[in-house]
């Protein structure tokens, strides 16, 4: 009961400062504090930030990547709009969408962000075994379209898979750490992983998607519409 009181405790604070910040999730401050230990952003950074809806990640993104910076979200619901933000709505684990994303991206992203977080059902393995899933999507992206040397924040469901993920991740970056920013609920099963050094050996090719294949596990994150 004492752990459930702190639990919801710290979630009412971020909840409240995020609204008195204007930011549109309190998981803004998750990657404000990633960030601020890990160096992620850099003035001028080209970001993708995955499942972005309702876009508390691409505010704090484009804060720090600044003006010269360029920040796009995809997400299945819509995003409203943000000033200097570009936003697709769509679903990543579909070729459609990543070819709108190429499209509209222009070139290699220095940055990819997920909290990508699958629709649970109350089945904890089952959750976890999807967000698995949706972790080697954001995987499947950098190999797209992320720059040598690149970055990657991949939140991520903890679980027996988990180091299957940490693997496939190794393999792709010279530096993989797991971390729990303060922001996260204490008693959050969410872990983060920052990948540095992107090595861009793997190359993936576009396929035209088929309907039956199309899934539909992503959810919207954050408590504002």
Request: some cysteine; aromatic content about 10%.
């Amino acid at each position: 009961m004492h752990e459930r009181w702190l639990d919801e405790r710290h979630h009412e604070y971020y909840y409240k400062l995020a609204k008195r910040m204007n930011y549109r999730s309190r998981a803004s401050f998750k990657i404000m504090q990633i960030d601020d230990r890990f160096n992620i952003f850099k003035e001028g950074d080209r970001v993708v930030d995955l499942g972005a809806a309702p876009g508390g990640w691409l505010q704090v993104a484009k804060e720090r990547v600044g003006e010269k910076g360029f920040v796009i979200g995809v997400d299945l619901r819509p995003i409203k709009p943000l000033p200097g933000i570009t936003t697709i709505t769509g679903d990543i684990t579909d070729d459609a969408t990543m070819k709108r994303l190429l499209e509209l991206f222009h070139g290699q992203a220095n940055v990819i962000l997920s909290d990508m977080a699958p629709n649970i059902g109350g089945h904890y393995s089952t959750d976890h075994a999807r967000s698995i899933n949706l972790c080697m999507y954001a995987v499947d992206v950098c190999d797209r379209i992320l720059k040598k040397g690149g970055k990657l924040v991949i939140k991520v469901f903890y679980g027996d898979m988990f180091n299957d993920l940490r693997k496939v991740l190794e393999e792709r970056f010279a530096s993989v750490r797991v971390h729990s920013p303060d922001a996260s609920r204490p008693t959050s099963s969410e872990v983060y992983v920052i990948c540095k050094g992107f090595l861009a050996e793997k190359k993936v090719p576009l396929v035209v998607p088929k309907p039956e294949d199309k899934k539909k596990e992503f959810t919207v994150k954050g408590n504002f519409s």
